[in-house]
């Protein structure tokens, strides 16, 4: 394999909530590697601001709860660009007071769980269904963005770690359906990621917590999972299909209550 198959040179790139902290910092490095990049999300304005700071870029407003606007995303860019060679569904219902009311299943809301699910499972099956005849032509990709939540027993966000778990399957049904047309399809699972989203929806001392049972020093950032997303997109990771990228500083990889051993045995224990 050539040495440079991580770059993306030629390529075309969807990247779904293009515009928030994952999103925009895997279209930064995307186009840093040589792809044109079409940023959809909600929020039109940021989405055409970031679009502005990159060389080729688009802007495409997307609403993941309309299958018409979630078509339209693909036409335009196909239209646009002429081909399509990697979707990035990235966009989720977050949000500070989605978080707060994400609990335990006892006292969900039904209204909730529903949403949750249309956006965020519906939503990325219509992206990948328009997606999939454009994938074929190119031997294109999926990357979809789950959560190790999706890995885990929580006491909180029932809805959310529940419809980030379908979407693992998913991810194994296209990888499986449509492999041998070439077309591959992974997914990125991210811990607590330090984006203005998660600064603005949990307090330090959950944060806190979260980082006590990592394995690095820190949580990990925006760019940490573009870099995930962009090595699963490129040529570098032709082998890999049907595959869960866990990309979490280590959360989901030890036994329970580490942070308590690590205080009995020491700090550098």
């Known amino acids: 394999m050539a040495g440079d198959a991580i770059r993306m040179d030629g390529k075309v790139a969807i990247i779904t909530g293009g515009a928030g902290g994952i999103g925009g910092a895997t279209a930064r490095l995307m186009t840093a590697r040589g792809a044109r990049v079409a940023i959809a999300d909600i929020m039109l304005d940021r989405?055409?601001?970031?679009?502005?700071?990159?060389?080729?870029?688009?802007?495409?407003?997307?609403?993941?709860?309309?299958?018409?606007?979630?078509?339209?995303?693909?036409?335009?860019?196909?239209?646009?660009?002429?081909?399509?060679?990697?979707?990035?569904?990235?966009?989720?219902?977050?949000?500070?007071?989605?978080?707060?009311?994400?609990?335990?299943?006892?006292?969900m809301d039904t209204a909730l769980w529903d949403r949750t699910f249309?956006?965020?499972?519906?939503?990325?099956?219509?992206?990948?269904?328009?997606?999939?005849?454009?994938?074929?032509?190119?031997?294109?990709?999926?990357?979809?963005?789950?959560?190790?939540?999706?890995?885990?027993?929580?006491?909180?966000?029932?809805?959310?770690?529940?419809?980030?778990?379908?979407?693992?399957?998913?991810?194994?049904?296209?990888?499986?359906?449509?492999?041998?047309?070439?077309?591959?399809c992974n997914a990125v699972a991210p811990g607590m990621t330090m984006t203005p989203a998660l600064l603005e929806a949990f307090p330090v001392p959950l944060r806190q917590a979260v980082e006590d049972e990592t394995l690095r020093d820190?949580?990990?950032?925006?760019?940490?999972?573009?870099?995930?997303?962009?090595?699963?997109?490129?040529d570098a990771a032709r082998n890999i299909t049907g595959e869960v990228l866990v990309c979490d500083g280590g959360g989901t990889a030890h036994v329970p209550g580490i942070s308590r051993f690590r205080t009995f045995f020491g700090e550098h224990a």
């Not at 249309?118 to 789950?146: D, F, K, Q, W, Y």
């Open 218 to 234: 820190q949580l990990g950032v925006a760019e940490d999972i573009a870099e995930a997303v962009a090595f699963l997109a490129s």
């Open 47 to 107: 989405a055409e601001a970031l679009a502005g700071e990159l060389d080729g870029a688009i802007a495409i407003h997307l609403d993941l709860e309309s299958e018409a606007s979630t078509q339209a995303m693909v036409a335009t860019t196909v239209q646009h660009f002429g081909r399509l060679d990697v979707l990035h569904n990235n966009a989720a219902l977050l949000g500070p007071e989605i978080a707060q009311n994400d609990g335990d299943v006892e006292h």
């Open 118 to 184: 249309a956006i965020n499972v519906r939503g990325t099956m219509v992206a990948c269904r328009s997606a999939l005849p454009h994938l074929r032509e190119v031997r294109g990709n999926i990357v979809n963005t789950v959560s190790n939540l999706a890995l885990q027993g929580h006491m909180i966000q029932a809805a959310y770690s529940s419809s980030k778990a379908a979407l693992i399957q998913l991810t194994r049904a296209i990888a499986a359906s449509h492999g041998k047309a070439g077309v591959r």
